[in-house]
């Protein structure tokens, strides 16, 4: 660094440290460009079932297979990244992922009198998901590596903001595509996004000069440990961390997928009251995330702040769980279940820029690509089996014991979660600095 100018590799031509909010920029956007795909497509539900003829067993296994491929495909792409570069690997998913949509939009979207096949709808839907899991861990390298400590967490988080964000926004074009112009032009505008975002991956996102000879960054993480030394895949501490991240977003899950319908059923909330309250609920998290970011960094506490959401999360859900049980006039409390939804949605949502920061720190920049697919695996698998097993509990005992088990849920995870190191503070500033 020369004159605060990181000199980059050579023929790469000179970037200023500036330069990483763009690498930022490029990570949100791939990660919004997939969300609105894997999060969006779910809320065209009632007009998939309609124009491609499906039951609801049909609609449930083709809206499956997204969660399905992204959890199968993360680690391949997380070990192929940490082996070819985030750039690579970025590049080649963004624009594969764009070539599939438009493959659907050509050959997947009914039109007049021919309808696919739910098995074509399904398989399409996967190899979406397969290629689409590519996003995750690149983009996560790439804004670890251009980050130092005391940046990564809030970096990170607010990354994992264009989740809910891309997720909103097919939320509200999805739809309105698919009901008016057809299926093809969503898988169209879908597959758009993803091949503008491959061309500002190409413009912009590059290796940095500040990672050393192998690779990785020289920053301790902020429990006061270097980096661990070897596979993500044989670190117990990772592991701790993607288990933990799975089983604290079960009540997550929970909220987003079915929040609706209790607060409809249960609750007796009309539209209005319903849209309020989950609209609050992804902004809260979006907010959250980006805060605890920027607070743990300051703190270095990131493994006691996960532990702490875990705790908090299991106590709003088994007050959830207690309140639901005692059958009372559902009219009388159904504020009072709103703000719970929200209370706790936000609490089981904010600690997912953290936890991910966690998991790269730990496994190091050069490896960071696995240990980031290690807990996007766990988190998709989560995602996957979730929806399936919400329905089984509503059988067998309502929704006190939807959300008691939710609470359990939550309480595991907080000691699965790695204790913080014993010396808890940050070294020395870094040897290399990219600001």
């Known amino acids: 660094m020369k004159n605060g100018t990181v000199v980059a590799a050579p023929g790469s031509g000179a970037r200023t440290a500036n330069h990483r909010w763009k690498v930022l920029g490029v990570g949100f956007a791939a990660n919004a460009s997939f969300s609105a795909a894997f999060s969006g497509i779910p809320t065209t539900a009632v007009f998939l079932r309609s124009d491609y003829h499906l039951g609801n067993g049909g609609l449930g296994l083709v809206l499956g297979m997204l969660g399905l491929g992204i959890a199968v495909s993360e680690l391949p792409w997380g070990l192929l990244t940490d082996r070819w570069g985030d750039r690579r690997v970025l590049l080649l998913g963004l624009l594969a992922t764009a070539a599939?949509?438009?493959?659907?939009?050509?050959?997947?979207?009914?039109?007049?009198?021919?309808?696919?096949?739910?098995?074509?709808?399904?398989?399409?839907?996967?190899?979406?998901?397969?290629?689409?899991?590519?996003?995750?861990?690149?983009?996560?390298?790439?804004?670890?590596?251009?980050?130092?400590?005391?940046?990564?967490?809030?970096a990170m988080s607010i990354r994992q903001t264009a989740v809910p964000a891309g997720g909103g926004l097919g939320a509200l074009v999805l739809p309105v595509l698919a009901s008016h112009f057809g299926f093809a032009s969503a898988y169209a505008v879908l597959a758009l996004a993803c091949a503008i975002t491959a061309g500002f991956t190409w413009h912009w996102l590059h290796e940095p000069s500040h990672v050393d000879a192998d690779g990785a960054s020289p920053v301790q993480s902020a429990t006061g440990a270097a980096p661990a030394k070897g596979s993500p895949l044989r670190n117990v501490g990772i592991w701790r961390v993607a288990l933990g991240a799975a089983a604290?977003?079960?009540?997550?899950?929970?909220?987003?997928?079915?929040?609706?319908?209790?607060?409809?059923?249960?609750?007796?909330?009309?539209?209005?009251?319903?849209?309020?309250?989950?609209?609050?609920?992804?902004?809260?998290a979006a907010i959250a995330r980006v805060w605890s970011?920027?607070?743990?960094?300051?703190?270095?506490?990131?493994?006691?702040?996960?532990?702490?959401?875990?705790?908090?999360?299991?106590?709003?859900?088994?007050?959830?769980?207690?309140?639901?049980?005692?059958?009372?006039?559902?009219?009388?409390?159904?504020?009072?279940?709103?703000?719970?939804?929200?209370?706790?949605?936000?609490?089981?949502?904010?600690?997912?820029?953290?936890?991910?920061?966690?998991?790269?720190?730990?496994?190091?920049?050069?490896?960071?690509?696995?240990?980031?697919?290690?807990?996007?695996?766990?988190?998709?698998?989560?995602?996957?089996?979730?929806?399936?097993?919400?329905?089984?509990?509503?059988?067998?005992?309502?929704?006190?014991?939807?959300?008691?088990?939710?609470?359990?849920?939550?309480?595991?995870?907080?000691?699965?979660f790695p204790r913080a190191a014993r010396s808890g503070k940050l070294n020395a500033a870094p040897a290399c600095d990219p600001t």
């Open 248 to 284: 604290l977003c079960v009540p997550q899950l929970a909220v987003v997928t079915f929040g609706t319908v209790f607060l409809h059923d249960f609750s007796r909330a009309g539209v209005l009251a319903i849209s309020v309250t989950m609209a609050a609920v992804q902004t809260g």
């Open 293 to 416: 970011g920027g607070w743990t960094d300051r703190r270095g506490n990131r493994r006691a702040y996960m532990r702490a959401c875990s705790l908090l999360t299991a106590v709003l859900f088994a007050s959830l769980a207690l309140l639901t049980g005692l059958g009372l006039h559902h009219a009388m409390l159904s504020s009072v279940f709103a703000v719970m939804i929200v209370l706790g949605g936000v609490s089981a949502s904010a600690w997912h820029g953290v936890a991910f920061t966690e998991l790269a720190t730990q496994a190091g920049t050069s490896r960071a690509g696995t240990a980031l697919a290690i807990g996007n695996t766990c988190v998709f698998l989560t995602l996957f089996l979730t929806p399936l097993a919400i329905p089984l509990l509503l059988s067998m005992g309502s929704w006190p014991m939807v959300w008691a088990v939710a609470s359990v849920c939550a309480l595991i995870a907080w000691p699965v």
């Open 100 to 154: 599939a949509l438009a493959g659907m939009a050509l050959f997947v979207a009914p039109s007049g009198v021919h309808v696919p096949s739910v098995t074509m709808l399904a398989l399409g839907l996967l190899l979406v998901g397969l290629l689409g899991g590519s996003v995750n861990g690149s983009s996560g390298r790439a804004v670890m590596a251009w980050f130092r400590e005391g940046e990564r967490g809030l």
